[in-house]
C-alpha cells in the first residue's frame, strides 16, 4: 500500500529528455519524456491499441509515438492521431500524471490530479542556490521502500556498520530529542566530546575530539532532511544531506542521496565526499538493508523488537500508521 495524494521523486532532472525513460512508480508502469519547449510529462507506459510500451517509442515535438503503429498521445493523455484513419475514438486515451520540475528532480503526483499543489512539493532549494555545491546520487534498491527510510532514520548503526567511514567508535551519550509535528517527525541527536570518524575527521581538518550535532527530519511520503555539525575549538563542519525514496513496488525502491553545502575554500570538498558517501557508505549501508529484506520474505510476519535509539522509526511509523488508515477511510491530511 502507498500513500497516494503525495508528491514523490521521480527521476532527476537531468535523466529526462526527448526520448522516452519508463520507470515503475507505486507498482505503475509510466514512461517520462520531455516536449519540444524542454517540459517534462508523464503518462500510462501503455499504448490504447495494442498495450505495447509508449517508452519503445519516440517523441515528436509535443507528443510521444508508439513505436508499434504510430499512434500519438499528447501531455494530457489524449490519442492525437492514428495513421490511416481521420476519426480518433474517446476511449483511446491513456493515464496521465501531474509533474513538476525542481531542484535537479521531477517530481510525480501519484494521487488524484486535481488535488495535486505545486506549493507541497518539498523546499530544496539548496540545489541550485547561488553560494551553494551539490551533487544528487540515484540508486535501486532491492528493498521496500520504508527499510531505507528506517535506515536512515537510525544513526546508531554507523556505529557498527561504519566504522571505516562515519560512524564514531563512541555511542551517542546524550538522549535522542524526538518531536512530532502534524505529519513531520523530527530528531536531534547530540554527541559531545567524541572521536571523530575517519571521514570526519579528514573533511574538517579535526586534530582531537570533537562536539557533534545531528538534525533530521521526516516527512511523508518518504523524505528525509539531515543536517550536521561538527566542530572543535579550531573547526567547523557542516552539511545537508536529502535522501527522497519512492516505491517502486512492494520490495524494491528508487533511492536518493543529495549532498549540499554553501561553498567553502576547498573545491575538491564535494568530490571527496561524493566518493565518501555515494561510493562508500552507500555500498556498506545498502547489502544490509536488501538482506534485510530478503529475511523478511523468507519468515514473514515476525514483528521486530524497538530499542529506545528506534525512538524515531516509532515515531514515523506511527504517523504512517494514521496517514494509511485515513486513506483507507477515503480522506487525506495535507503534509505539514
Known amino acids: 500500500m502507498y500513500l497516494r495524494n503525495y508528491w514523490y521523486a521521480a527521476t532527476l532532472s537531468a535523466e529526462i529528455t526527448d526520448k522516452p525513460f519508463a520507470r515503475t512508480i507505486c507498482d505503475e508502469p509510466i514512461v517520462f519524456f520531455r516536449t519540444e519547449s524542454g517540459a517534462p510529462a508523464a503518462l500510462e507506459d501503455r499504448c490504447a491499441h495494442r498495450h505495447a510500451p509508449l517508452s519503445l517509442g519516440k517523441v515528436r515535438g509535443d507528443v510521444i509515438e508508439c513505436g508499434y503503429h504510430g499512434w500519438t498521445f499528447g501531455c494530457s493523455g489524449k490519442c492525437e492521431t492514428i495513421p490511416g484513419q481521420a476519426n480518433v475514438p474517446p476511449r483511446a486515451r491513456v493515464k496521465s500524471y501531474r509533474v513538476a520540475d525542481r531542484w535537479g528532480w521531477v517530481w510525480i503526483w501519484m494521487g488524484e490530479a486535481e488535488r495535486a499543489d505545486e506549493a507541497q512539493i518539498p523546499d530544496l532549494h539548496w540545489f541550485g542556490a547561488p553560494g551553494w555545491v551539490y551533487w544528487h546520487k540515484y540508486l535501486h534498491g532491492k528493498a521496500g521502500y520504508q527499510l531505507f527510510m528506517d535506515n536512515l532514520l537510525d544513526i546508531s548503526h554507523t556505529v557498527y556498520l561504519h566504522p571505516g567511514t562515519i560512524g564514531s567508535p563512541q555511542l551517542p551519550d546524550q538522549p535522542l530529542k524526538v518531536k512530532v509535528e502534524g505529519t513531520t517527525v523530527s530528531v536531534e541527536r547530540p554527541n559531545r566530546n567524541i572521536t571523530p570518524a575517519p571521514h570526519i575527521r579528514r573533511w574538517g581538518g579535526f586534530k582531537g575530539n570533537i562536539d557533534a550535532l545531528t538534525e533530521y527530519s ?11 555539525t561538527r566542530r572543535d575549538a ?23 542521496f543529495a549532498w549540499a553545502s554553501q561553498k567553502i575554500d576547498d573545491p575538491t570538498f564535494p568530490q571527496q565526499t561524493y566518493k565518501g558517501i555515494a561510493e562508500g557508505v552507500l555500498l556498506e549501508d ?3 538493508i536488501e538482506a534485510q529484506q530478503r529475511t523478511m520474505d523468507a519468515v514473514p510476519g515476525v514483528p521486530a523488537v524497538a530499542s529506545n535509539a528506534d525512538a524515531p522509526i516509532v515515531a514515523v511509523h506511527k504517523v504512517l500508521d494514521g496517514l494509511f488508515a485515513e486513506q483507507r477511510a477515503g480522506g487525506h491530511k495535507a503534509a505539514s
Request: glycine share 0%; no cysteine.
Open 218 to 228: 521526516w516527512e511523508p511520503p518518504a523524505l528525509i532532511r539531515l543536517r550536521t
Open 234 to 256: 579550531e573547526n567547523v563542519l557542516s552539511y545537508w544531506l536529502i535522501n527522497p525514496v519512492t516505491p517502486e513496488t512492494e520490495r524494491t525502491s528508487h533511492f536518493w
Open 286 to 288: 545498502f547489502p544490509m
